[in-house]
């Protein structure tokens, strides 16, 4: 069984960072992508940032110059660093991951718990 567990969530001040962590474990064949959302109190979960298992990357024009995705293959870990925060970035973080478990099947999407990212003085 897969699982995501995000961690690195917590209060921080206008103008600080914090660096998310989301592990994946269980058994996974592949990862084809690896994807950070968020979802405000009454909005709709948005897509923050993406990274292939090329190496490439993408993020939502309100993090762009702010954030940085990236990923560690050997330890199966994906990393959301996120600086110059804002009172608008307030939410709570998700994982989430396209991946196979077996060759010869079809990736399924897989999501963690979530973590709580709070901006506020």
């Known amino acids: 069984q897969v699982q995501l567990v995000e961690s690195g969530g917590g209060l921080v001040q206008p103008g600080g960072s914090l660096r998310l962590s989301c592990a994946a474990s269980g058994s996974i064949f592949s990862i084809n992508v690896m994807n950070w959302y968020r979802q405000a109190p009454g909005k709709q979960r948005e897509l923050v940032a993406t990274?292939?298992?090329?190496?490439?990357?993408n993020y939502a024009d309100s993090v762009k110059g702010r954030f940085t995705i990236s990923g560690d293959n050997t330890k199966k870990t994906t990393y959301l660093q996120m600086n110059s925060l804002k009172p608008e970035d307030t939410a709570v973080y998700y994982c989430n991951g396209n991946m196979k478990i077996r060759s010869w099947q079809p990736p399924n999407a897989y999501w963690g718990q979530g973590t709580q990212v709070t901006v506020s003085s």
């Open positions: 990274i292939t298992s090329g190496g490439s990357t």
